[in-house]
């Protein structure tokens, strides 16, 4: 796939998350909240990127060790998005964490079996082009996401008038886009992957 063609996928799919913040704020008045359309569509992106680092890891079984490790990180992001539904659900008798904790543990251990080669398979992913846009996803998720979403920094900026709709405005689509564009460096390597296989055959 040319990789023009490829920024016009992911500047599509950049427009998702504002045109779903617009709906929470225009239609559904909901103030973004973790049940709104844009906290609905993080746990559906999430469960997108959890089948593509699957199919990856089908289309890469050497990498194995390094992908078990990716994939037990999303899943725990699966399972912390999701903590509102978990607490509801549970009468509030069960924290995220205890469900997060067991996951880590699994997927640490099926990809530390072998310490070196997990550290040599993520190495080995970097090497991939199309990986770049799933890490610049992650740094999105795990780092801009948290410091543009920080409710001091719209304390400061908006002082008396502070309310939490502003943060959430700013933090939530972020975090959406970051997820999207985790999704884009996935397909676009098993699209790779497949051409590989079809030529191959």
Partial sequence: MKIFYKYIIIAVLMCIPYLLVLADLRLLDNGVNKFSLTGVSHSVF???????????????????????????????MLIRENREMIRTITDKQLHWAWLAWPAAIIFCVAGFRKPGKAWSDLKALTYIPDYNFFIAGVLIILVWSR????????????????????KNTAEEPTQSAGYLLCISGLIFMTYRYFQQDKKSE
Wanted: proline fraction near 2%.
């Fill in 147 to 166: 410091l543009i979403g920080n409710r001091f920094l719209w304390m400061f900026a908006a002082g008396d008038n502070y309310m939490g709709v502003l």
């Fill in 46 to 76: 999430l469960l997108i990127n959890l089948y593509l680092i699957f199919r990856l890891g089908k289309s890469k079984p050497e990498l194995r060790n390094g992908i078990y490790l990716i994939f037990g990180l999303f899943l725990c």
